[in-house]
């Protein structure tokens, strides 16, 4: 029996739909949107001692002063808490270190990041966003959901652009339980948007069928 081409043009219509909305949702398979995080270094992941409590390491000190810099106590614990909720890990400093040495400087605290934002990185996403009222950090341009950072001018900047931030001072012990608390409201909107843009998208299959 020869098939309708109507009925063909709807089930490719159908298929379209489906795999825009799969792109569009990227909902993990236990419902909970993934979202992706980064991290300020100044003051926030690195730390000096006077500052804050710092992570040990089984490297001897000299050898951390030539490949890096002392870590703040307690980032190991919670970057393995966000992956383990499926967040993606990245590093954005306005400093110029470059990829490498901040690769392999978390490296030695056994921490993979899965992306790097230095300033040069930075620079160029302004360029190609045309802002004229460059913000010292856009995450946005690299669809970061959550910023980091001990700065509360980078937060003032996230109101101004359109970005979240959650500050963590230098002296403040339970800054891994801030970050924690930002993840799960980040996580609560993204799957709170979740359903409404799946509807939009459903709309517009149907459209797609009635036309």
Not at 20 to 48: E, N, Y
Not at 83 to 93: E, F, N
Not at 130 to 155: C, M, R, T, Y
């Amino acid at each position: 029996m020869k098939r309708s081409p109507t009925l063909d043009k709807y089930r490719i219509c159908g298929s379209q739909a489906w795999q825009a909305i799969k792109r569009l949702v990227p909902m993990r398979l236990s419902g909970r949107p993934q979202i992706r995080i980064s991290f300020d270094i100044d003051d926030t992941l690195a730390c000096q001692r006077h500052h804050c409590a710092t992570e040990h390491s089984r490297l001897p000190v000299c050898v951390h002063r030539w490949l890096g810099e002392p870590l703040r106590m307690g980032t190991r614990s919670l970057t393995r808490e966000l992956r383990r909720q499926g967040c993606s890990i990245w590093v954005y400093t306005s400093s110029g270190r470059t990829p490498s040495y901040i690769r392999r400087w978390l490296l030695l605290y056994g921490i993979h990041v899965d992306g790097v934002v230095n300033s040069v990185r930075h620079n160029h996403a302004l360029t190609a966003h045309g802002l004229s009222n460059s913000p010292s950090k856009f995450p946005p341009a690299f669809d970061i959901d959550l910023h980091v950072d001990d700065s509360e001018g980078v937060q003032i900047e996230g109101y101004d652009h359109g970005f979240r931030v959650v500050v963590v001072h230098p002296n403040d012990e339970n800054w891994a339980q801030s970050v924690l608390k930002a993840v799960a409201e980040v996580q609560a909107q993204l799957a709170w948007q979740q359903p409404l843009r799946y509807k939009e998208l459903a709309q517009q299959r149907a459209e797609a069928f009635s036309s």
